[in-house]
């Protein structure tokens, strides 16, 4: 038996089928409109900065290690034991402070025993003098041969002789004496004591060696410089100005001058040595430690980019940019130095670029991106109504 469905009920089907219909409809224009999931992406919102030529400083950056601009060695130049140490490890001296002492005593007797030999061969110089005197006129009156005077003569003279070889001995006695007291040659820093008191010392051997001492003031800061940066100071040495700076970029030293260059280029670094000097009247920089080195060679022109907006490919660094449509537009860059934050890009981009400086991640050449300046809001996009009116809630 086949079931008819009854007029009304017919009518019912075909105004709910009627119903569905439609709103299958309108559920694939509302997957193809705005919004939808079959619709394309977006633009993805980027900021930008326009990039022009400008006058910026030729700033390189190196590491380097401060050292004493004088450093010696404080040594023993006689023998004997020491008695005292008269200064304090790592405190600042004078030139010519005392910092030990040696027993005097044996180098006093030696001077005391000079000056006797001294006075004895002034004794005999009188003496021989008399005799040569005496025997003058003997020997005109040929009472005496020539020969007797002539002796006479050249023993008066060999005292002569014998007094200057004691008034050296005697000099030299002295000296010894004044050794005794080891002092400091130049103004600096004194190293840990490495003989005690009581230590035998004896000259010229390693025992000698009693500590160091390092002139600080100026401070002297040696650095390597990379061959293709080393060209750019090359013959501006003395206009050149060297700055240490901290961690975060903070100039922590001025007005420093380089004082010497080397004229060879390592081979294993392919880096040339420098070195600059600082005042350092109140000692913060000490000889070992590393320090930050910006070199200042003048000025050139260029353009500043953030780093952050610079890429590093396989062949170059690059930076996106947007064209007049929109577009990413990747450009390779030739870059040379910082300045702060920013890399100094020196070709490969044309005054009023658009450098994407975000989302560089997300970005892809030949994608549309909605681009706007820093701290401001993106604008909307072209496709979109100004005033879209919102949908009836149902």
């Known amino acids: 038996m086949t079931f008819v469905p009854s007029a009304p009920r017919r009518a019912a089907l075909l105004i709910l089928a009627s119903t ?3 709103a299958a409809c309108g559920h694939k224009e509302d997957a193809k409109g705005p919004g939808g999931a079959g619709a394309a992406p977006p633009p993805l919102p980027v900021t930008v900065i326009e990039v022009h030529t400008r006058k910026v400083p030729i700033s390189l950056e190196a590491v380097g290690q401060a050292e004493g601009s004088r450093e010696v060695e404080i040594r023993a130049r006689v023998n004997g034991i020491i008695e005292k140490r008269l200064y304090e490890e790592g405190a600042p ?5 005392v910092l030990f002492l040696i027993d005097p005593a044996p180098y006093e007797l030696a001077v005391e025993e000079a000056k006797a030999a001294l006075q004895q061969e002034r004794v005999r110089k009188e003496l021989a003098e008399v005799d040569a005197k005496r025997l003058e006129p003997l020997a005109r009156e040929k009472a005496i041969s020539e020969r007797e005077l002539d002796q006479a003569l050249a023993t ?17 006695a002295q000296l010894n004496l004044s050794y005794t007291k080891v002092t400091a040659p130049i103004s600096g820093i004194t190293g ?10 004896t000259a010229n051997t390693d025992s000698s060696l009693l500590t160091t001492l390092t002139q600080v003031n100026p401070i ?15 013959g501006a040495e003395r206009e050149t100005v060297v700055q240490l700076v901290d961690e975060s970029g903070k100039v922590v030293a001025d007005h420093g001058r380089l004082n ?8 294993k670094l392919g880096a040339v040595q420098l070195r600059a000097e600082f005042p350092n009247p109140q000692m913060k920089w000490l000889p070992g430690q590393f320090a930050k080195v910006r070199i200042l060679a003048g000025q050139q022109d260029a353009m500043l980019v953030p780093q952050g907006a610079v890429l590093q490919s396989e062949q170059s660094r690059l930076v996106m940019t947007v064209g007049p449509d ?8 030739q870059t040379a130095n910082w300045v702060g934050n920013d890399m100094v890009v020196t070709g490969g981009l044309a005054e009023g670029d658009r450098v994407i400086v975000d989302n560089l991640m997300k970005t892809r050449p030949g994608a549309t991106v909605q681009p706007h300046g820093e701290g401001q809001a993106p604008a909307a996009p072209a496709s979109a109504p100004a005033n879209a009116p919102a949908k009836a809630a149902k």
């Open 20 to 22: 569905l219909l439609l």
């Open 93 to 97: 001296v004078k030139a010519d402070a």
């Open 220 to 234: 002297w800061v040696r650095f390597p410089l990379a061959e293709a940066d080393f060209k750019r100071v090359r």
């Open 192 to 201: 840990r004591a490495l003989r005690s008191e009581g230590s035998l010392v």
């Open 326 to 333: 929109n577009k990413v537009v990747p450009k390779p860059v």
């Open 260 to 267: 010497f260059t080397s004229s060879t280029v390592d081979p």
């Open 156 to 172: 008066a003279k060999q005292a002569t002789a014998s007094i200057a070889s004691a008034e050296a001995k005697l000099k030299e």
